[in-house]
């Protein structure tokens, strides 16, 4: 049951969009930290991307990409009206999310502040005191940051240029913060996994709680693979159904790390042929 | 014993079933065995003694009355043939392919005491393909018509594997609408994402699917039970009853250290990928496989010699099979291990993982096996296998595919209160009717029993039907045929 594409709007041009799409029954049960599987074509690849917004009214799921490789940039092809071939969600464990005393941070680099907009959303809207930190290269890369702007007072930017907020790395904010403030309960991270491995690492002194959001390569989604596994504490976990978020600290990030890269050759081949010859669906 | 003596005709061998050369199917995806001509039945028929009290039917778990559809075919009657069969198989091309027969009704055949066993399975596969261009109400229910449906009335069925199939065409052919809910895209379960092309051709499974459209089944697909939509919020929607047969869920791995380095996969990523994703036609298709010159493979099950033949045929220089015990313990189909070998797996027994060493990007090169001896039988009658301290080997290996088992599927359980599990996870499920410890919720198949057959999947299903038809529609009101006789007996 192919869902519609309502909206869409280029956040940064052939890199970024953000697809607003009609899926009632998924907006339905969609709570922060869920990701759904698409599939864009026929023989196309099942892949996950998060969940960044869920309007339950509406009947809308809203999800951000980054064009990486043949699916996403597929994906990229596709306009308001047409159709995604297969959705399905909402997956994972949603985020933990209770009223806490102290402030909770919510880091977020590149498309990753998309997937945590709506965790920061969720933490907002159970009362806590949210502070985000984004992050990116340079201005033009920042992402989200009006709808970030919309619920929280306290957005902080650090990109590497200094071309907005703070020239240097989240981290550098986040320590800044955790000096200052001895209250803060929790720090979530979403982004490319060396920034959350930095984040860890950036925490680990000070001992709070760190909620990082696993992007391990997933095929089911559903908990029948172990595509996804990851290790946790030393123990193998399934991203998918026992994550994808688990705490930062104990999570071995170079394993994830190197796994992602297990079909580079695969993935730059495919990706090569689509820019070449366009999708196999069209011959 | 009920056996007649011997006559001529049983001194006739076996027919053999023609199959592709070893040589050109151990490198394509075609179909292996091409199944019996119409003179290769009717031959392959009159070798059945027609046993007054046939060992073969009790050997079958859904009771088959394989005699008297022998019989018909030996009189060239194959509607009649199938017509028998569809008494108590609603799948019988998938069965006739898949089934362990040697240990079910060929097991137990008289005839295979002093030969070889009458080709039950592969006559079964041959009236079916026979039978299966004919009009969809005839392929489900075997009949010429179906009952009026009942609008008044809803099933819904999670999981589209052959328990929730068999369920669902039994419930619709008595009228009863039903929806079928599955995660994935496809429909089909293990059929059609487990079990390579090779074995079972989509093809096969896609009409028996087809057939129950046509019937009026409801097919959702992308909906995840416990996700999208949870047990109790079917049975609030007015669904009247729910049946789930989600299936077997996280594979098991060998827990050696190593085990995920680039190149270890589990057999459900391996074959799911190929599959379900076609990888078998990267880049035409976009799921990638992995490349690799060998495959060690670990298991000795339908599993295992599935994912062995599918690095074959994806081009591996050598494909080799651990198995800690020797060939005669593999729980795999013989016909299976007998193709597997005349392809060229190479078969290492008595050896298990130890470790796996990989490169410096995390990348598999080698593996550590470690030499096992069999050693005294346990309970269950096997003989569990020993390590012989010190004896190990090192394999150069770029791929690993892990065989050995599967848990449970926690989505449902987790989001289902008040449903009972065992400990490990598995559904608790009334062995006659299914029903779990939720009134008008009923499992079967792999969720309940833990990872086991075909067959098996769709006797729970057909049984969770029955009770659920009975409840519904009063018992008898269904309008049985009168083969659930049979069924019962199979249940006592
Ligand atoms: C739970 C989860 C949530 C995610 N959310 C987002 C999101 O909101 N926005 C976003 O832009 N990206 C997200 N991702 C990553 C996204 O799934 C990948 O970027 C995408 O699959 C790339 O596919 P491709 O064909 O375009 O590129 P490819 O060239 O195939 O792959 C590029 C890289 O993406 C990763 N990747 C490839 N295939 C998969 C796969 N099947 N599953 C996961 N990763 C894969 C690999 O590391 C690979 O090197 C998420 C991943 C996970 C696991
Ligand atoms: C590679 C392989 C080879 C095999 N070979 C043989 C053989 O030769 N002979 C034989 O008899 N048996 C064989 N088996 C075993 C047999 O296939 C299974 O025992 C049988 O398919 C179990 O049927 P099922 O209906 O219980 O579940 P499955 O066939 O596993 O189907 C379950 C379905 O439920 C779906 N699902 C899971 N979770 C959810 C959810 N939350 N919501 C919605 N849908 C969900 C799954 O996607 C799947 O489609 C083999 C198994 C495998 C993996
Ligand atoms: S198949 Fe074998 S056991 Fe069954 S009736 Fe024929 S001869 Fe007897
Ligand atoms: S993606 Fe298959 S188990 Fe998680």
Redesign the pocket.
């Known amino acids: 049951m192919p869902s519609r594409i309502l909206r869409k709007r280029k956040l940064i041009p052939g890199m ?1 969009s953000e697809l607003v799409i009609e899926a009632p029954h998924i907006a339905a049960k969609a709570l922060p930290g869920n ?1 759904v599987i698409l599939r864009v074509w026929e023989d196309g ?6 969940i ?1 917004d869920a309007d339950k009214e509406a009947g809308t799921i809203t ?11 597929h994906l990229e092809t596709l306009d308001a009206g047409d159709d995604i071939l297969d959705l399905c969600g909402p997956l ?1 464990r949603a985020t933990e999310i209770h009223k806490v005393d102290g402030p909770v941070i919510c880091v977020g680099g590149g ?1 990753g502040i ?2 945590m907009h709506h965790i920061a959303k969720g933490h907002h809207m159970a009362g806590n005191r949210v502070v985000t930190i984004i992050g990116a290269r340079c201005e033009d890369l920042l992402l989200f940051r009006d709808e970030l702007c919309s619920f929280c007072p306290e957005v902080l930017i650090a990109t590497n240029d200094g071309s907005c907020g703070r020239q240097g790395l989240v981290t550098d904010l986040l320590v800044e913060m955790l000096e200052n403030d001895k209250t803060v309960a929790e720090v979530v991270a979403v982004g490319p996994v060396p920034m959350m491995r930095a984040v860890a690492e950036a925490t680990r002194p000070f001992g709070v709680k760190t909620t990082v ?7 089911d989604g559903i908990g029948m693979c172990g595509a ?1 596994r990851v290790s946790v504490g030393g123990e193998t976990r399934f ?2 159904v026992d994550g ?1 978020e688990f705490d930062g600290h104990a999570v071995d990030f170079g394993e994830l790390g190197a796994r ?2 297990a ?2 050759d695969q ?2 081949l ?2 090569e042929e689509f820019k070449s010859h366009g999708c196999n669906c069209s011959k | 014993m009920a056996a007649t003596a011997p006559s001529k005709k049983t001194k006739a061998p076996r027919t053999a079933m023609p199959e592709q050369d070893p040589k050109v199917r151990a490198r394509n995806f075609e179909e292996v065995a091409l199944g019996y001509t119409a003179d290769m039945a009717v031959a392959e028929a009159g070798r059945c003694l027609q046993c007054k009290k046939p060992a073969c039917r009790k050997g079958c778990p859904v009771e088959i009355d394989i005699p008297g559809f022998i019989k018909q075919i030996a009189a060239g009657d194959l509607d009649e043939a199938y017509a028998v069969l569809r008494q108590t198989n609603s799948l019988p091309a998938v069965c006739g392919r898949v089934c362990p027969q040697e240990t079910q009704c060929e097991g137990s055949c008289i005839v295979g005491k002093k030969g070889e066993p009458v080709a039950i399975g592969r006559l079964e596969r041959f009236v079916a393909d026979t039978h299966l261009a004919k009009t969809a109400c005839e392929t489900v229910t075997g009949g010429p018509a179906c009952s009026m449906p009942r609008d008044d009335l809803k099933v819904a069925c999670i999981g589209s594997g052959p328990a929730s199939l068999t369920c669902a065409g039994y419930l619709a052919a008595r009228g009863i609408p039903v929806t079928v809910f599955e995660a994935l895209h496809e429909v089909g379960g293990v059929l059609v994402y487990g079990i390579p092309e090779f074995r079972l051709p989509k093809a096969v499974v896609r009409q028996e699917v087809e057939a129950m459209k046509a019937l009026g089944v409801e097919f959702k697909t992308n909906w995840v039970g416990g996700k999208t939509i949870t047990v109790p919020e079917l049975l609030e929607s007015g669904y009247s009853a729910v049946f789930i047969g989600v299936g077997a869920g996280l594979p098991r791995f060998l827990g050696v250290p190593g085990e995920n380095l680039i190149g270890v996969f589990s057999a459900n990523e391996y074959l799911t990928r190929v599959n379900l994703g076609r990888a078998y036609k990267f880049p035409a298709a ?1 799921t990638p496989t992995f490349p690799a010159k060998h495959v060690v493979v670990f298991g000795g099950g339908n599993v295992a010699m599935d994912a062995a033949r599918t690095a074959m045929r994806l081009g591996a220089d050598k494909v080799s099979l651990a198995y800690r015990r020797t060939e005669h313990e593999m729980p795999c189909r013989r016909e299976e291990l007998h193709h597997a070998k005349e392809e060229g797996l190479d078969i290492l027994c008595l050896n298990a993982p130890v470790e796996f060493i990989g490169d410096e990007t995390g990348r598999l090169k080698q593996i550590v096996l470690q030499r096992m001896v069999l050693g005294e039988p346990d309970e269950s009658g096997r003989c569990s296998p020993v390590a012989c301290q010190g004896d190990t080997c090192t394999l150069e290996a770029d791929m690993a595919i892990v065989a050995v088992g599967t848990g449970a599927n926690p989505l449902i359980s987790q989001t289902t209160p008040g449903l009972d599990t065992y400990r490990r996870g598995y559904i608790v499920a009334d062995p006659a009717t299914g029903e779990t410890s939720i009134p008008n919720v009923f499992a079967g198949g792999d969720i309940v029993t833990g990872a086991a057959t075909v067959i098996s999947a769709m006797g729970a299903g057909r049984r969770a039907a029955k009770a659920i038809a009975d409840r519904l529609l009063g018992p008898g009101a269904a309008g049985q045929p009168p083969d659930d006789m049979a069924d019962d007996s199979a249940d006592a």
Do not use: Q, W
Request: proline share 5%.
């Open positions: 970024t990701f690849e099942r892949i996950p991307l998060t960044a999800l951000v990409y980054l064009v990486m490789g043949k699916t996403t940039a994972g498309t998309a997937a959001s696993l992007n391990s390569i997933m095929v996804c991203a998918c994808p992602l890269t079909f580079k993935e730059r495919s990706y | 976009d």
